[in-house]
């Protein structure tokens, strides 16, 4: 394999032209380059910054085998590739001056890039974050279910979701998001395109809340769920999360996806007995 076998735009219209439909064969698998690359293409280039806009398309036989893009932060998002092809993505960006943060992927790919890259920069690669991607089975509702409903968040709950959005990504340790959020800028942040719903007790006092993208090339994601510490253990967080699951089957979805922290057997389990399924592994590592 050349490197030179990858062809750059900075067209997102292009780009999706010719490798749209590699996106959508795997929806699952390719459900974060799907939802990230749709919000830069109907928000435009300025959404993000002009880092955001170095698209690559791997192409063989006149097919699109793999994609990657350039995150708001620098960091390179890949799909599945062989250690060959990392290496030859890795030649072909350190040859052209390119300078990424670090790389996001499925875990294999992630590491045959860092390797890569560092042999081509002596850049060292780190760790920063891994997770498990589940893909929604047969939905199973666990029992006994909580008391309470599901409620679709409006406007007068923007307040509550913002905070405990902004008390998830403490737990997870995602500081970029708790700036944008204390800066104001909802809008920019990954939460400001979700659609949220919320788990109330039978007083209607909110008790949990989980979040779906929109659907993308079939494929709605969850994401987050989140129960404040005080209220876990009660089944509210299952609850919520097969009520956005089944809302987004009921609304056309074929695939329902989410991460979870391999470190969190709780929600591990959890997500399984509700019906999610495991598919991969990802890490993303920065470079130094």
Not at 49 to 56: I, K, L, R
Not at 63 to 79: D, K, N
Not at 107 to 113: L, N, R
Not at 170 to 198: C, K, M
Request: proline share 6%; hydrophobic share 40%.
């Amino acid at each position: 394999m050349r490197p030179d076998d990858w062809q750059l735009t900075d067209d997102v219209d292009d780009f999706l032209a010719r490798a749209g439909d590699f996106l959508r064969s795997r929806p699952a698998l390719h459900n974060t380059p799907l939802t990230d690359i749709e919000k830069l293409r109907t928000r435009g280039a300025d959404a993000h910054g002009a880092e955001a806009t170095v698209f690559g398309r791997l192409e063989s036989g006149g097919e699109v085998r793999a994609i990657f893009y350039r995150t708001p932060r620098g960091y390179l998002s890949v799909t599945p590739l062989s250690a060959e092809q990392a290496g030859a993505l890795a030649t072909h960006l350190a040859g052209l001056g390119h300078s990424p943060s670090g790389v996001i992927a499925d875990h294999d790919t992630a590491a045959a890039f860092a390797e890569a890259w560092q042999r081509h920069t002596s850049a060292a690669s780190v760790p920063f974050w891994r997770t498990h991607l589940y893909r929604l089975g047969a939905l199973t509702p666990p029992q006994p279910r909580p008391e309470g409903r599901g409620r679709i968040a409006g406007r007068k709950d923007h307040e509550q979701v913002v905070r405990w959005c902004r008390e998830f990504c403490i737990n997870v340790g995602e500081q970029i998001s708790i700036d944008l959020i204390d800066s104001g800028s909802w809008a920019d942040s990954r939460f400001g395109d979700r659609h949220f719903t919320l788990w109330e007790t039978p007083d209607g006092t909110p008790a949990s809340m989980a979040a779906v993208t929109s659907i993308v090339g079939g494929m709605i994601r969850v994401d987050p769920v989140y129960t404040p510490a005080h209220l876990r253990g009660r089944g509210y967080a299952g609850a919520v999360t097969v009520e956005v699951s089944r809302a987004a089957l009921a609304a056309g979805a074929t695939d329902v996806v989410l991460f979870a922290d391999p470190a969190n057997p709780t929600s591990n389990a959890l997500y399984q007995r509700i019906g999610y399924v495991h598919v991969a592994d990802f890490t993303g590592y920065k470079f130094s």
